[in-house]
């Protein structure tokens, strides 16, 4: 059974701060790696891909990628009260077709 | 715009009755997904298809069926057989990964909430 874990929260940190979001997964052959936010009663929106080992960085995100430990990050600079919603981590599994499991999302919560 | 709809927004369901669920995309893509949300959940794949006249199963597909006669659309039929149907339905989109790793990310429609009365 492939998973990908994350902590469900709430994750608070207050307006300003550095939010890190954290995401595990099992499928040791995974190549693909994608983080959605998802405001409550809304669909998920893709806001990061990774891909290779490292740090990517768009904007205000930066998506960090070990393959070796099998973990994956996402860290929001300058948090800001809009930030406020559920993360979702997918993975993409190895082989076969485009399948991604999603992890049960970790909910930020960025107070003023 | 380029985009995937859905509709309705909202739909409720009687007991043993089927009901369809459109989903709709013109970003050109050749994969179609349905997944269902539960509350505190992560999504769960229904059914998939990568071409038109093709698809497989998902992760839970019993009590679904799925058609796909156009590259641009793939209804969704919740049966009477889907002993619990109460969730949030999310269609997305994609390529088919053969252009690079982006061809991998998938889009989501804006979702219907189905409620079983």
């Known amino acids: 059974q492939k998973e990908v874990e994350q902590n469900s929260g709430p994750l608070s940190v207050p307006e300003g701060a550095i939010a890190s979001l954290n995401c595990t997964y099992s499928?040791?052959?995974?190549?693909?790696f994608f983080w959605y936010r998802q405001y409550s009663g809304k669909s998920p929106e893709l806001i990061m891909s990774?891909?290779?080992?490292g740090d990517k960085e768009d904007g205000r995100f930066t998506a960090q990628l070990n393959k070796a430990s099998q973990y994956v990050s996402l860290l929001i600079r300058d948090s800001q009260p809009s930030d406020s919603a559920t993360y979702l981590c997918?993975?993409?599994?190895?082989?076969?077709?485009?399948?991604?499991?999603f992890g049960a999302g970790t909910r930020l919560a960025v107070h003023p | 715009d380029g985009g995937i709809t859905q509709s309705p927004k909202y739909l409720f369901r009687k007991e043993g009755q089927n009901v369809t669920l459109s989903c709709e995309q013109n970003?050109?893509?050749?994969?179609m997904y349905w997944y269902r949300q539960d509350p505190g959940q992560g999504l769960r794949l229904i059914y998939y298809?990568?071409?038109?006249?093709?698809?497989q199963k998902g992760d839970i597909a019993e009590g679904y069926s799925v058609s796909r006669e156009k590259k641009e659309s793939f209804p969704l039929t919740v049966t009477s057989a889907q002993k619990n149907p109460t969730a949030f339905y999310l269609c997305?989109?994609?390529?088919?990964?053969?252009?690079?790793?982006?061809?991998?990310?998938?889009?989501f429609g804006p979702g219907t909430r189905l409620t079983v009365l």
């Open positions: 997305a989109s994609s390529g088919t990964g053969g252009a690079g790793p982006r061809e991998n990310e998938q889009f």
């Open positions: 499928d040791r052959g995974s190549q693909s």
């Open positions: 990774i891909y290779s080992n």
């Open positions: 997918a993975v993409k599994i190895s082989g076969g077709y485009n399948k991604l499991i």
């Open positions: 970003l050109n893509h050749d994969a």
């Open positions: 298809s990568q071409i038109v006249n093709d698809f």
